[in-house]
């Protein structure tokens, strides 16, 4: 017997049919003979028009207020998945955050979690009794509700799962795992069955959809093994349903690479001539920073006349105009010739924690791209990604080609 936490995220709880199929999967864990405690967000689409009546009130809304009023949408959730699960002759009961309670700091609409006392809930779970937590939702010292941030309800459910010693934490959302690439470009692309929660993080910082960076930051540490599966396909009650994020079980990983990402939301901008001076790369990255423009890779190449050189660097498409209105404004401060940037362009990153200990990887792949004579212009590494910079036409081809050159293509990608 294994005790489960289960979350439902907002398309997973979308509509009343949705609901009744969530108590269904959790139902099937129950047959098994897990004990499960369920953490449930808003409906889709909920949690913004909850947003849109505070801000038609009120403009600027007192923001203890406009939590109490934000995350009541989790707690709608909660009622109804609790009353499906009794429909089915279950015994359930929901919790707010703050009847657990789930402790977090005063920082409105973006607290984070102090403690759990999780020692109520558990006594009745172990009775027998299912738990429908809100997700979202926590308690400040003072007694007001808060709540976790957008996106939230992944945090206190892996939170939660950590403050239970749970076996394991379930997240239903309407894709069911991860892919070695996208399926729709890739068409040979296939689902892993396990994957490291370094290699998640990489994977959910260049997109990839599932679970947010923050709670597999909070299961790394607590070592709590994820699962990332759908709510809406037959597998559950398999064995390998989705994907796992674990450390344990990848001894005998033997790629190097895992899988590819991609993003096309993302712009080049070139200075040339630049100032080969100490300051420089400053002054351009603090006007930058100052108007809180997101900077991605930066490339500076050390010149050759130990005067002049460029710098390059990636923004994402709706900054790229307000990027090149501050380096116009900055020019003569920064002190560049001329300014180029470029929209056609997509980046793409190999990721894999074997890459650490195999050399070889950068070369296979420049390799491969240049067979197809794709340009390279921007290059980034970390210990386990390798990411390059190419003109957005060629991004399903170098997908394509990298997920044969790298062995994705056979059936145990996993
Ligand atoms: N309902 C909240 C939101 O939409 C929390 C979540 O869905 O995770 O941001
Ligand atoms: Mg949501």
Redesign the pocket.
Known sequence: MSLLVAKF??ASVGDIESIKNAASKVAQEVRRGNKVVVVV??SAG???KLIDYCKSVSPRPNPREYDSIIST??QLSAGLVTLALEQRGLNARSWMGWQIPILTDSDYNKAHILDIKPEKLLSRVEEGEIAVVT??QGIAKDGSITTLG?????TSAVALAAALKADRCDIYTNANGVYTANPTLVSKARRLKSISYEEMLEFASMGTKGIKPRSIEIALRYGMSLQLLSAFGNDVGSDMPGTLITDKDHTMENKPVKGLAYSRDITRITLFNVKDQPGIAAKIFNGLARASVNVGMIIQPASCSGKLTDITFTVSKDELARAIEIMEEEKDKIGFVSLQSDKNVAKVSLIGSGMRTRSGVAFTMFQALAEKDINIQVIETSEINITVLIAEEYLELALRILHTTFGLDQEEAG
Not at 150 to 154: S, Y
């Open positions: 995220g907002g967000a808003a909920k949690t913004d949408g989790e997700g979202f957008r996106g939230g309800a992944d």
